[in-house]
């Protein structure tokens, strides 16, 4: 079946590193992958779109590659804050009705 | 005011009982979508709409009816509650005319309902 893994339900990083997430997928040929923020007891947050035919995307400090060989997205938060602690969703999608969530990982930013 | 909104916010019920989730939008966007979260799971497609008379089952469709009363407005009906309905729902949003792509599907989100069911 399709599927749709995040690496690490949790992630603690120190501030002033660069926070790096996987997101891995099996048995399916996505068109595109998503990245959203969700915050405790709110929707989650669009941050970026990136199609099997760019290799990387960039917005601000943050990063996001797509590796159609791995099967694998990289999301990179660069020069991390505290404010950036968050769950962070990946959700593949190979047309607009069928897009898959990854159940996430929650990033924590240590002072 | 939000552009996504959800109502209730949070609502405890009892075992088969029939309980409606609202949603509403102000984005002016086409396509709505019901998902369901749960702890150390994605979100889950209940069903999704692309107009108003464009509705389809998502990958957990049973044990639950939506109808999409207007483009701004699609509910989520569960004709009679269980236990292993308790969840958080998100309603969404997407713009099949957007800047992103017709394809690309950037969804927007509402702040969700806490559902309990006893």
């Known amino acids: 079946s399709q599927k749709i893994e995040q690496n690490s339900e949790a992630l603690n990083i120190q501030e002033g590193k660069t926070a790096t997430l996987t997101c891995n997928y099996t048995?399916?040929?996505?068109?595109?992958l998503q990245w959203y923020r969700q915050d405790p007891g709110r929707g989650p947050v669009f941050l970026l779109l990136?199609?099997?035919?760019?290799k990387e995307k960039r917005k601000e400090r943050l990063k996001v590659t797509f590796d159609t060989t791995l099967k694998q997205s990289l999301f990179h938060i660069t020069a991390s804050q505290p404010a950036d602690s968050a769950t962070y969703l990946c959700?593949?999608?190979?047309?607009?009705?069928?897009?898959?969530f990854g159940s996430g990982t929650r990033l924590s930013i240590r002072p | 005011d939000a552009d996504v909104t959800q109502t209730p916010r949070n609502r405890i019920t009892k075992t088969g009982k029939r309980i409606m989730l609202e949603c509403s939008q102000t984005?002016?966007?086409?396509?709505m979508y019901w998902y369901r979260q749960d702890p150390g799971l994605g979100l889950q497609l209940i069903y999704y709409?692309?107009?108003?008379?464009?509705?389809n089952k998502g990958e957990i469709s049973d044990g639950y009816s939506v109808s999409r009363q207007a483009q701004a407005k699609f509910s989520l009906s569960l004709e009679s509650a269980i236990p292993n309905q308790t969840a958080l729902y998100f309603c969404?949003?997407?713009?099949?005319?957007?800047?992103?792509?017709?394809?690309?599907?950037?969804?927007?989100f509402g702040p969700g309902t806490r559902l309990t069911v006893l």
């Open positions: 959700a593949w999608g190979s047309s607009a009705s069928k897009i898959i």
């Open positions: 048995n399916y040929s996505p068109a595109y």
């Open positions: 990136i199609r099997e035919n760019e």
């Open positions: 984005k002016g966007h086409d396509r």
């Open positions: 709409s692309f107009d108003v008379k464009d509705i």
């Open positions: 969404a949003t997407s713009d099949s005319k957007g800047t992103s792509g017709s394809s690309y599907n950037e969804q927007f």
